[in-house]
C-alpha cells in the first residue's frame, strides 16, 4: 500500500534514525550487510537480495534463490543474478530470507488504547511488513487508529474494528475493566458505518469474551458482533479464553472464515477438555472452516496446550505474536520468537514461515498481493539469521522450554525500501 503520508513527522524520524545506523554500517560491510554500488542509469534493479535461502511457501520453494526488486516489486528471483545488475546489494548468504512477515494480531494504537505498541521499531524493523491492529480501536476511536497510525508509520497497518466503540481505550492492569462490560457502547450500525468508511483498511470485527472484558452477557455481545461482522460481509477474530459462557457455545456462533485467537491457552476455556482432549466441537469449527490462530499475548499461549493439542494433530493455521506493552519486553518481544517457539515445537521451518506469510495472507483480504514472493508481487522481504544454540523460551503461563533454533530479524524490505533492525546494521548506497 503506498502511504499517502510518507513524509509525516513520525515517518520522518524514524528513517533518519535508521539513516544514522545505515551509515554506522558503512564502514562494517560484511557477509549480511548491504553493499553499496556506483549509481548508474544502466542498472536493472534496485535492489538485489543476494545468495539467501529463499522460503517461499506460497510456492513450495526452499532454494538458494536471489531476489531483485524494482519499483517495489519482486522482479526476478533466480540463481547467479550479477551484483553489477542492482544499485543496492544485500548478501545473504547463508541467512533465511522469506516473504515479509504478516503478524495479524498485534495492538499498535500507541498512547491510545494503554497497550498499544509504537508499531514501526517493532514490527518492520523486525522482518513483519504487514500487520493487523486486532481491535485497539473501536468505531469511536478509529478515525484516530487511521489517522495517528495507518497513514504515519512505515508498518503496513490494517485493522480488526472492535465492537465496542470505545475499543481497548478501557483496559489497563491497573484499571482491569473491559470494552464490553456495558452493552451500551456495543452499536452494531455504527460499527458497520466506519467499516463501511474504510474498507481500504478495515478488514474485519474483533471481540473479546473473557470475564473481566465481557462480563456475564458475553454471548450477546457476540452475537452483535455477527450482525455486524455479517453485514459487512467481513471475518470476525474472536478472542477466547476465560469467558463466562463455554467455549463450545461460541464457536457454535462461528462461521467459515471466522478466526480464532489465543487458540493455544492454558488455562480455563481453551480449546482441551478436562482429560486434556481436543474439544470435538474444535475439530467441528476447524472443519466447517474457522481458522486457528495463536496470538501469544501475555497470558495466552501454552508450550502444554501446544504439545498436547500437536500431538492430537491440531496445529494452528496463523502464527502471530498479540505483540503489545505488556509482553513486549516477555514472553513476547516480536513475532520471530514467536515463530521460533513453534520450531521447538516441532514445525518444520517452511511450516513456520507459511503460517506468517501465505497462510497469514489468505486469512484476510489484504488488497495486495502481500505473503509470497512471486514475481511482480509487492516487494516485501524479511532477512533472518537461524542461530543454532540453546534458547530458552518462556511461554504466557511461565513454563519453560529450550530451543535449538531462533530466527534473528536481520533486515526487511518493505515495498521495496530497506530497513534494519537494531541488532545488525546494514548499509545503503541511497
Ligand atoms: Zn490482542
Not at 519499483?71 to 548478501?91: P, T, W, Y
Not at 482441551?272 to 474457522?290: F, I, S, T, Y
Not at 516485501?380 to 542461530?387: C, G, K, P
Request: charged residues 20%; aromatic residues 6%.
Amino acid at each position: 500500500m503506498k502511504n499517502p503520508d510518507a513524509d509525516s513527522r513520525r515517518g520522518f524520524f524514524w528513517r533518519a534514525s535508521l539513516a544514522g545506523r545505515l551509515l554506522c554500517g558503512l564502514t562494517a560491510a560484511g557477509e549480511g550487510s548491504l553493499s553499496a554500488q556506483v549509481n548508474s542509469p544502466n542498472f536493472r534493479y534496485d535492489l538485489l537480495v543476494r545468495g539467501g535461502r529463499v522460503v517461499d511457501p506460497s510456492q513450495n520453494l526452499f532454494d538458494d534463490r536471489d531476489v531483485a526488486i524494482t519499483a517495489g516489486r519482486i522482479v526476478q528471483l533466480g540463481a547467479g543474478i550479477s551484483e553489477s545488475e542492482a544499485r543496492q546489494v544485500l548478501n545473504a548468504k547463508e541467512k533465511i530470507v522469506t516473504p515479509g512477515l504478516i503478524d495479524v494480531h498485534v495492538h499498535v494504537y500507541d498512547g491510545v488504547a494503554p497497550l498499544g505498541i509504537p508499531a514501526d521499531p517493532n514490527c518492520v524493523a523486525k522482518g513483519v511488513t504487514t500487520v493487523v491492529d486486532a481491535g485497539s480501536a473501536g468505531a469511536h476511536t478509529f478515525p484516530g487508529l487511521r489517522k495517528y497510525v495507518i497513514k504515519a508509520v512505515d508498518t503496513r497497518v490494517y485493522a480488526l474494528l472492535n465492537i465496542s466503540v470505545v475499543g481497548q481505550s478501557t483496559y489497563s492492569p491497573d484499571n482491569p475493566f473491559g470494552e464490553l462490560l456495558d452493552l451500551r457502547y456495543v452499536n452494531p450500525r455504527l460499527t458497520i458505518k466506519a467499516i463501511e468508511q474504510n474498507r481500504d483498511t478495515i478488514l474485519g470485527v474483533k471481540i473479546r469474551l473473557t470475564r473481566n472484558l465481557a462480563g456475564e452477557h458475553d454471548l450477546r455481545a457476540l452475537g452483535l458482533a455477527r450482525e455486524a461482522a455479517d453485514a459487512v460481509k467481513l471475518p470476525l477474530m474472536v478472542h477466547i479464553g476465560g469467558s463466562y459462557s463455554a467455549l463450545q457455545e461460541i464457536l457454535a456462533m462461528l462461521k467459515p472464515g471466522d478466526v480464532i485467537t489465543h487458540s493455544f491457552r492454558g488455562r480455563d476455556g481453551g480449546i482441551l477438555d478436562d482429560k486434556e482432549r481436543v474439544l470435538p466441537q474444535v475439530r467441528a469449527a476447524v472443519d466447517r472452516g474457522v481458522h486457528l490462530d495463536v496470538g501469544h499475548g501475555a497470558g495466552s499461549f501454552s508450550f502444554d496446550t501446544a504439545e498436547k493439542a500437536f500431538r492430537q494433530d491440531l496445529l494452528p493455521g496463523t502464527i502471530s505474536s498479540d505483540l503489545h506493552q505488556y509482553n513486549l519486553n516477555g514472553p513476547v518481544f516480536d513475532l520471530a520468537t514467536t515463530l521460533s517457539k513453534f520450531l521447538y515445537l516441532g514445525l518444520t521451518l517452511p511450516q513456520v514461515i507459511e503460517r506468517a506469510t501465505a497462510n497469514a495472507a489468505r486469512l484476510f483480504a489484504f488488497p495486495q498481493g502481500l505473503g509470497t514472493l512471486r514475481l511482480g508481487a509487492e516487494a516485501d522481504v524479511a532477512v533472518f539469521s537461524l542461530e543454532e544454540g540453546n534458547f530458552e523460551f518462556v511461554d504466557s503461563v511461565g513454563a519453560r522450554r529450550t530451543g535449538h533454533q531462533k530466527l534473528v530479524p536481520v533486515a526487511t524490505v518493505k515495498s521495496g525500501r530497506l530497513y534494519g533492525s537494531a541488532s545488525i546494521p546494514v548499509v545503503s548506497a541511497s
